[in-house]
């Protein structure tokens, strides 16, 4: 079983690899110009996805000016906001992406995408699909392994060293 889980990770990972790179490449643009600029990051994670704020905010490898979104925060057309939800149907990530939208900010989603009318797909300023649509292994007579956590993760990283390499420019 572990090796089947392996390879349905090693899958995922190379899916966002090939099919996420320009959405990961435009995510860290704009991180970086909030980064160099004025603006702040602020993240904001929905159930198991509040592994991606804990690792944004409290990991050893966090983004500059990055903070948790709380209700009530003013944003700015210079800050950026990151969602992270299991899939891009999520109703309160939705509601948060259209407040920031509204106040000028771009936005940023992890999240899995179940059909492109999913409004963190289709709304978001740069859509991250994190390809969990499903759990990943067969066990008796269902289906276990569903890590969105892990897969948004690695996009996370992903966009992490794609601003780092961005930034490295700038010194």
Not at 22 to 33: D, N, V
Not at 46 to 62: P, S, Y
Not at 117 to 132: G, N, R
Not at 158 to 166: D, G, L, N, R, S
């Amino acid at each position: 079983m572990m090796k089947m889980l392996t390879t349905q990770l090693t899958g995922k990972f190379q899916q966002i690899e090939e099919k996420e790179t320009l959405a990961i490449e435009e995510a860290a643009r704009a991180l970086a110009q909030a980064i160099v600029g004025d603006g702040n990051i602020f993240v904001r994670g929905f159930e198991e996805m509040q592994a991606i704020e804990a690792e944004m905010v409290e990991g050893k490898e966090t983004l500059p000016k990055c903070q948790r979104y709380q209700s009530g925060t003013e944003l700015t057309s210079i800050d950026r906001v990151i969602l992270a939800a299991r899939f891009a149907d999520h109703e309160e990530a939705t509601a948060i992406m259209q407040k920031a939208q509204a106040q000028g900010s771009q936005v940023i989603s992890l999240s899995s995408v179940k059909t492109n009318e999913d409004p963190l797909y289709k709304q978001a300023d740069f859509p991250v699909d994190t390809k969990v649509t499903d759990s990943l292994l067969p066990f008796d007579m269902e289906r276990i392994c569903f890590p969105s956590a892990m897969t948004a993760l690695y996009s996370y990283y992903a966009i992490y060293i794609t601003v780092k390499e961005i930034l490295s420019e700038y010194e």
